[in-house]
């Protein structure tokens, strides 16, 4: 071998050891984790008086605020994620939340708030403003929620335990690191020790790259290498909260309750000669009382000999109070924590003054904006009733999508009955004729409220009444109005011209239309058939009973029917 041949074999050792060191070093690198740290302050992103919340495992869209070492969370994430019955009042800047006994109380910036009318204090603010914008002290929220929290410092944070139930929990066998991402060059978050808790977030991400995605006990959220964590088991979390109990005024009877529709006091002296017409009727719930300004007082036609009269009889009283008036803007009645103040005041007052047994609540104009007032309307006028032995009552519509913010759920823990009117079906503006209260129809308004109250609270309604629909036809155009009628008066129609009705299965009454003066005219009757082929249902669901509207529009013999069912 000569020297040039030497030469070259030797630097082509050399180049290959270099590449030897070269590709040594690039695979000790690529598999040599990484140690560099990522500031928890820059992972989690925080100015100096926020606090990034996480809820359960994820963090949270908003951040709350801390002031004086104090956490606030704004007012829609409380109602949203852990107490809806938190009240905002954004023109008196009051805060209101309801157990079964107390009306709570507080207003900005203020560290005293009240339980009914007892007055008490905490060492922090409350409650605190941002332009239009309230924050409630998770403290004070904690007070009446079922959760809890754990408040971290550098950066702020808060770690909010809400759900409960079972979760899929490790721990750390060997020390380790928590990572911002699923690799071992991605930045450190925490450095773990042994026997430390982990929560696993989720349990499929990251497998084939061997990293669980796990959430700390402080509640760093990242990635650690799974052959580093015993294996999964799960445990249940379980809450410490104690859950108020709303206790109802329940009767022993099934109720029967008639509604007396009185439009003066003379019409009070009717009562009489109206009930002894009926039989087996429990209840009667008068006229009496109507919204009649926005200040939240009301007009009324209350009578102490009535209710005496009704009581020699047997027969408790729930006076029923309306917001009928279209002058009365109820937005403005229930928005103010004042006003219904001033309205569950006198209607208390009225029902203590008259030795009322109840009050029926018959407000039929809540407009979806209103809906969160009119609620907190009912949660306060519970309390008072509750504290007072005055059974509560509210009249609903047949439960639809479109009406979902009268919540019947919640009327159904704080009232003691949710009554159902199950009428109306067709009404005097609906634009095609039909059954005041088809078989159907009545079915479905049970199931449904079934489905969100306890039967023993559901009072369904069924009507007194018929309609008599007339219909014209002009230029091609079919005109619709309607009359409502009582049940006999139905009948005549039918027989004074000329019509025998037959029996719809469908509608599950009796159907007839006939023609007169260029009209056609139609109409589904309410009789004994009828009301039997709904009291069934209504027996069927053993609820707690029925209300039928109104007292003096029943044929007599309906009364038959009904005790059969309801005695």
Avoid at 5 to 16: E, M, S
Avoid at 121 to 128: G, H, P, R, T
Avoid at 316 to 333: C, K, R, S, T, Y
Avoid at 470 to 479: A, F, I, M, R
Wanted: proline fraction near 2%; charge should be negative.
């Amino acid at each position: 071998m000569d020297r040039k041949t030497k030469q070259a074999l030797i630097g082509a050792g050399i180049v290959l050891a270099i590449i030897i060191l070269v590709i040594t070093a690039f695979i000790v690198k690529l598999f040599t984790p990484s140690k560099d740290v990522m500031e928890l302050s820059e992972y989690y992103k925080v100015e100096d008086e926020e606090v990034l919340v996480i809820l359960q495992d994820e963090i949270y869209e908003k951040k709350g605020l801390l002031s004086n070492g104090v956490i606030y969370l704004d007012y829609e994430t409380i109602v949203e994620k852990f107490n809806e019955r938190f009240y905002w009042d954004t023109n008196e800047n009051i805060v209101t939340y309801t157990t079964p006994n107390e009306i709570i109380r507080a207003e900005v910036a203020s560290k005293e708030y009240f339980v009914n009318k007892s007055k008490k204090e905490v060492n922090y603010d409350i409650v605190k403003t941002d332009g239009d914008q309230a924050y409630i002290a998770l403290e004070f929220i904690a007070m009446f929620s079922d959760m809890r929290y754990e408040y971290y410092e550098t950066p702020n944070r808060v770690v909010v335990q809400y759900k409960w139930g079972d979760y899929l929990f490790s721990t750390v066998k060997k020390a380790t690191q928590l990572r911002v991402e699923p690799n071992i060059k991605s930045d450190i978050l925490a450095e773990l020790k042994p026997d430390e808790v982990l929560t696993y977030i989720d349990t499929s991400e990251v497998v084939k790259k061997g990293f669980s995605k796990v959430i700390t006990t402080q509640g760093i959220i990242g990635y650690v290498k799974t052959k580093y964590i015993s294996e999964s088991f799960y445990n249940t979390v379980e809450s410490d909260f104690n859950e108020p109990d709303y206790t109802s005024i329940t009767k022993d009877e099934t109720i029967n309750l008639v509604w007396h529709q009185v439009t003066n006091m003379d019409a009070n002296n009717g009562l009489i000669s109206l009930i002894e017409k009926t039989k087996g009727v429990t209840t009667i719930s008068p006229t009496w009382y109507k919204i009649n300004s926005t200040e939240g007082t009301i007009s009324s036609l209350a009578s102490e000999t009535y209710v005496e009269r009704a009581h020699s009889l047997g027969i408790e009283v729930w006076a029923l109070v309306d917001d009928f008036d279209p002058d009365i803007d109820m937005l403005e009645v229930l928005s103010y924590t004042s006003r219904r103040d001033k309205l569950t005041n006198e209607l208390i007052a009225s029902a203590i003054k008259y030795n009322l047994d109840g009050i029926n609540i018959d407000f039929e104009r809540i407009s979806l904006e209103n809906g969160k007032n009119f609620i907190q309307f009912i949660r306060e006028l519970s309390v008072k009733c509750r504290n007072n032995g005055i059974v509560l009552s509210i009249d609903n519509y047949v439960p639809k999508e479109y009406s979902a913010y009268y919540n019947i759920p919640e009327q159904g823990l704080v009232a003691d009955y949710v009554i159902i009117m199950a009428y109306d079906e067709h009404h005097g503006g609906s634009e095609v004729s039909g059954s005041v209260a088809s078989i159907s129809f009545v079915k479905e308004g049970i199931e449904d409220t079934l489905a969100m109250v306890s039967k023993d609270k559901v009072i369904m309604g069924i009507p007194f009444y018929t309609r008599l629909w007339k219909e014209t036809t002009e230029n091609g155009s079919v005109n619709i109005t309607s009359d409502a009628y009582a049940m006999s008066y139905g009948e005549e129609l039918l027989k004074n011209n000329g019509v025998e009705p037959v029996w719809d299965d469908a509608a599950g009454q009796y159907y007839g239309e006939y023609e007169k003066d260029n009209a056609v005219y139609k109409i589904w009757l309410e009789e004994e058939e009828s009301i039997e082929a709904k009291m069934k249902l209504i027996h069927q669901a053993d609820v707690a009973g029925i209300a039928g509207w109104k007292l003096g529009l029943e044929k007599e013999s309906i009364w038959d029917v009904i005790i059969k069912y309801v005695n």
